[in-house]
T-cell receptor, first 111, second 114 residues
């Protein structure tokens, strides 16, 4: 099955700086890659997703890039704010719509 | 415009008891997924259901766990004879069902087995 790895496991950034989280996946058949943000005690919230027919997608301060050849995709958050502090999960869609998740990345934005 | 709803939000059971977790998908969604999250871990797929059908249960333990999504009412994840290792957060997600469709998650049920 699909194996998704996420790096780094924790990331601290100064408010206003950029944060980048990278994920790799193993199954070249995967074609859909969502990113979720999870705050303490809450469910995962979709923040952005990308499909394999595009290499980059942007939504305000958040962007995702996809390199299908290298089988990796990255989340970019610019002008970070304290409310961006959370755990971020990347995922890749396997067969039967299953999502395979990375282990998560704790982002801490330091005011 | 209600999102995915799960109840209860917290559930405490003693070893050997049964746990029933409920999930109501977003309006218009007929596909439901259950995931389990252990502390400081990512989410692990358990089961994928459509109305009255189990599509994929490859991530669900063969014993003690079962899931259903009846024609009427919420999806139910049932855990019989719970053990301490079942303590986790259980999340339900729903989608329109087509491939590459976004899955929207509920707030989860946090199960604690004493």
């Amino acid at each position: 099955g699909e194996n998704v790895e996420q790096h780094p496991s924790t990331l601290s950034v100064q408010e206003g700086d950029s944060a980048v989280i990278k994920c790799t996946y193993s199954d070249s058949a995967s074609n859909y890659f969502p990113w979720y943000k999870q705050e303490l005690g809450k469910g995962p919230q979709l923040i952005i997703d990308i499909r394999s027919n595009v290499g980059e997608k942007k939504d305000q301060r958040i962007a995702v890039t996809l390199n299908k050849t290298a089988k990796h995709f990255s989340l970019h958050i610019t002008e970070t704010q304290p409310e961006d502090s959370a755990v971020y999960f990347c995922a890749a869609q396997e067969g039967n719509n299953r999502l395979a998740f990375g282990k998560g990345n704790q982002v801490v934005v330091i005011p | 415009n209600a999102g995915v709803m799960q109840n209860p939000r917290h559930l405490v059971r003693r070893r050997g008891q049964e746990a029933r977790l409920r999930c109501s998908p977003m309006k218009g969604h007929s596909h439901v997924y259950w995931y389990r999250q252990l502390p400081e871990e990512g989410l692990k797929f358990m089961v994928y259901l459509q109305k009255e059908n189990i599509i994929d249960e490859s991530g669900m333990p063969k014993e003690r766990f079962s899931a259903e999504f009846p024609k009427e009412g919420p999806s139910i994840l049932r855990i019989q004879q719970v053990v301490r290792g079942d303590s986790a957060a259980y999340f339900c997600a729903s989608s329109l069902g087509q491939a590459q469709e976004t899955q929207y998650f509920g707030p989860g049920t946090r199960l604690l087995v004493l």
